[in-house]
């Protein structure tokens, strides 16, 4: 069917535009965008769509999910996290390799890909390891990889311990002109840590994870990109100083970019006081001026984007003593939400922004389709609602995992409508 979507107020920084326009959706993409199209819409036999409450954005693109699938369907399925991802406004994920078997050959790729168009919700965007198994000894065919699919190479979950074999990957990988999504952790210092090092941790006696063992894994990670002029991406950003890293590595014309989670954004060591296993998360949530540099490299440019890092598990495995429990929390259906609520609504961050980092960025640095809806781009597009308020309940999850800090919060912003190829996925109006 198509549609025009008539009177939304239009947020498209890659187009120049803020201003309620009438869209024309033709085929599965954009086909015309501009005002009073919804009588000649109407003539030809469009559906038509009063988007006059709502601001209507290109479809959200989340860098940094874990699916699960294939091999831990028990916490997520491709199936309910692309459902998960529409519902939080997110029209296309990019997949982290780490699932069992992991994405380091062709044949899990191509798996993962026939899974995501059967789903027939957001689309999926595979990632391939940079080592075989992501075991960091020994590096994975990086073309075969890239011939079925891979947008980017990432051990994440795990860093490339061995610096020989990180500077021969990015050496390596340049001929596919694909950036390394890096998980940045010396783990022989972050070796048995539950939380962040510091005050919070001594007082609940849980053996502290030290900011520096991120970031002498960024600082490393740096220099070879420096090296070697490969193109790094560093994910889940979580201190000061990794901040600081980055924003000298950029100056001196490192080919380098980040992204920070919205948890790592809004919480701190203190939201662990109860030991509560959801804010058991790696990187750890750290201090306030952690917090606060995290957000002030947000706005100055040195942080690119903001990716969930949605990490899924079952409620078994985090109703354990906090030591036990896995690390990471569910992120896709309250990233939006928390942004609004945390940096619109504060005045932080303009609707041109939250685009930019949420939509626009992720689709330049992977060269994929979207964060635009400028004429004959995809339609994969979302309504918001930026002034509906609600509160994250875990029944209404669509995510097979509700290992979420944020139920019970009440947030102030939510998309009401994802449409993907032209299609509504999720709908709520």
Same mark, same amino acid.
């Given at each position: 069917m198509n549609y025009c979507l008539k009177n939304g107020r239009l947020i498209d920084p890659a187009a120049g535009r803020d201003r309620s326009l009438d869209i024309l959706v033709i085929d599965g993409k954009i086909s015309r965008v501009g005002p009073a199209l919804a009588e000649s819409a109407a003539a030809a036999g469009y559906e038509i769509?009063?988007?006059? %409450?709502? *601001?209507?954005? %290109?479809? *959200?693109i989340d860098l940094h999910v874990h699916l699960r699938e294939p091999g831990e369907e028990e916490k997520e399925t491709i199936a309910s996290g692309t459902r998960a991802a529409v519902k939080g406004g997110f029209t296309s994920v990019v997949a982290m390799p780490n699932t069992k078997p992991p994405a380091d050959n062709g044949s899990v790729l191509t798996y993962i890909r026939a899974k995501a168009a059967e789903a027939k919700a957001a689309r999926v965007y595979p990632v391939g390891n940079i080592t075989k198994g992501g075991k960091g000894l020994e590096l994975a065919e990086m073309g075969e990889l890239v011939a079925n699919g891979a947008v980017a190479f990432s051990d994440d979950g795990r860093p490339v311990m061995n610096a020989d074999l990180a500077r021969n990957a990015f050496r390596y990988g340049r001929l596919f002109g694909k950036p390394f999504l890096l998980h940045c952790e010396e783990e022989n210092l972050s070796a048995g840590g539950q939380m962040h090092e510091g005050f919070a941790s001594t007082r609940?006696?849980?053996?502290?994870y030290p900011s520096v063992a991120e970031e002498a894994m960024v600082a490393r990670d740096l220099l070879?990109?420096?090296?070697?002029g490969a193109r790094i991406h560093i994910q889940h950003l979580s201190s000061k100083r990794s901040v600081e890293l980055i924003r000298e590595a950029k100056r001196r014309g490192v080919k380098v970019t980040a992204e920070v989670t919205p948890h790592h954004l809004v919480l701190t060591d203190e939201d662990v006081a109860d030991y509560h296993t959801a804010t058991k998360v790696n990187p750890p949530l750290r201090t306030k001026?952690?917090?606060e540099a995290l957000r002030e490299g947000l706005l100055d440019g040195t942080i690119d984007l903001i990716a969930t890092d949605h990490a899924p598990h079952t409620r078994e495995e985090k109703n354990q003593e906090f030591g036990r429990a896995p690390f990471g929390m569910t992120g896709l259906e309250t990233a939006l939400g928390l942004i609004f609520t945390e940096f619109y609504h504060t005045g932080l961050l303009s609707l041109a922004?939250?685009?930019d980092l949420l939509s626009l960025s992720p689709a330049r640095l992977l060269g994929i389709p979207g964060g635009t809806l400028a004429e004959g781009s995809p339609a994969d597009l979302i309504l918001v609602d930026p002034d509906r308020e609600w509160e994250v309940k875990e029944e209404e999850f669509a995510s097979k995992s509700v290992n979420s800090p944020f139920i019970g919060w009440k947030l102030k912003g939510k998309a009401?409508?994802?449409?993907v190829g032209g299609e509504w996925v999720y709908k709520e109006i």
């Open positions: 769509i009063d988007a006059s %409450p709502y *601001l209507v954005l %290109p479809g *959200l609940l006696g849980l053996k502290g070879l990109a420096e090296d070697t001026e952690d917090r922004k939250i685009v009401v409508a994802t449409m």
